[in-house]
């Protein structure tokens, strides 16, 4: 079945630090990632997504993800993280013979000033 | 960009009434959108699939006269619960199919609905 699963389900960092978030998925075939931020109590937001093509994909606000097929992985990056990055993070992927999207179990992101 | 209002942000009804949950495309047409369903602390459970004049397509385990979808036009889809029990308290949350080049679409959540029955 098509899954995908974030295994860190909470992350404290301090301002500056480093975050990488990971997301692994099950498809087998043909699969675009994504990977959305929901701040408290605001929708979904779209950082970045992978359809094909160069498997380092750039997003918004600094944030940039890495496709490796070899691991099934789509890790969710960023050098520098700042306070307002404080939110949940979900990745979500969608197989070609599928329309709706399957999301991870979600990590939130706390970010100590 | 593509924005989706859902409505109502909460709601508080009683056991045994029925509640019903807007889902709006405002700049452009969706046909097809998607119901989800979030328990505090965890993910984004796919309910159904509403497609524009048609029956929607439900997920295995979601009981499809409980939770009715409408989808009756390309801007509109509604998700009804009815006879609401406190075990249906939930976040919902929906998202429509945006627009974009040629396959490369996306998607565009709404800001969800708090429903607490009682």
């Known amino acids: 079945a098509q899954s995908v699963s974030q295994h860190n389900h909470h992350v404290i960092l301090s301002e500056a630090a480093s975050l990488e978030l990971g997301c692994n998925y099950s498809?087998?075939?043909?699969?675009?990632l994504f990977w959305y931020v929901q701040y408290p109590g605001q929708h979904l937001q779209l950082l970045l997504k992978y359809f094909s093509g160069d498997p380092l994909v750039k997003g918004i606000k600094g944030f940039e993800a890495e496709f490796i097929k070899s691991k099934f992985s789509f890790n969710l990056r960023k050098p520098s993280v700042q306070w307002s990055d404080t939110a949940e993070y979900f990745c979500?992927?969608?197989?070609?013979?599928?329309?709706?999207?399957?999301f991870g179990s979600g990590t939130r992101l706390q970010v100590q000033p | 960009g593509a924005v989706v209002s859902q409505h109502p942000s909460w709601v508080i009804c009683k056991s045994g009434t029925s509640v019903k949950i807007e889902c709006r495309s405002l700049d452009f047409q969706a046909t097809t959108m998607f119901w989800y369903r979030q328990f505090p602390k965890q993910s984004l459970m796919l309910m159904a699939t509403?497609?524009?004049?048609?029956?929607?397509?439900?997920e295995q385990g979601v009981e499809k006269d409980k939770f009715l979808i409408n989808h009756a036009s390309l801007t509109l889809s509604t998700l009804t619960v009815t006879s609401a029990h406190p075990e249906d308290s939930s976040f919902y949350i929906c998202?429509?199919?945006?627009?974009?080049?040629?396959?490369?679409?996306?998607?565009?959540f709404g800001s969800g609905t708090r429903l607490t029955v009682v």
């Open positions: 509403s497609n524009e004049g048609s029956k929607a397509t439900y």
């Open positions: 979500a992927g969608r197989d070609t013979g599928r329309r709706a999207l399957t």
């Open positions: 998202s429509a199919m945006s627009p974009r080049q040629g396959f490369n679409y996306g998607y565009t």
């Open positions: 498809y087998g075939g043909t699969v675009n």
